[in-house]
């Protein structure tokens, strides 16, 4: 049985940190893209960064530039999104996604930036 599992998400005051972590099972992680998306409230679901399977190379959203770092643990069959300077812009749930030769999502976890 295919499963994304993510963690990590929290109340976090502006300027803070959090890691968000998503661990996989059930499919050859190693051959899978990984991605991160997010999406607020009323917003559509949007890209926030990729990493190859080899974790070689990175994207992230302009958004997030600078602030985000996403890595992948491939003998953990894990992926991480550490995310710093947060602001209220960056709430919203935060979802993992492997595409490889198929397309799983998981369903997410919420981060809440407020003071």
């Known amino acids: 049985q295919v499963q994304l599992v993510e963690s990590g998400g929290d109340l976090v005051q502006p300027g803070g940190s959090l890691r968000l972590s998503c661990t996989a099972s059930g499919f050859t992680f190693t051959r899978y893209v990984m991605r991160w998306y997010r999406q607020a409230p009323g917003k559509e679901r949007e890209l926030v960064a990729g990493?190859?399977?080899?974790?070689?190379?990175?994207n992230y959203a302009d958004s997030v530039k600078g602030r985000f770092t996403m890595s992948r643990d491939n003998e953990k069959n894990t992926v991480y999104l550490q995310m710093n300077s947060l602001t209220p812009e960056d709430t919203a749930v935060y979802y993992c996604?492997?595409?490889?030769?198929?397309?799983?999502w998981g369903k997410g976890t919420l981060v809440t930036v407020s003071s």
């Open positions: 990493i190859t399977t080899a974790g070689a190379s990175t």
């Open positions: 996604n492997a595409r490889g030769g198929y397309i799983y």
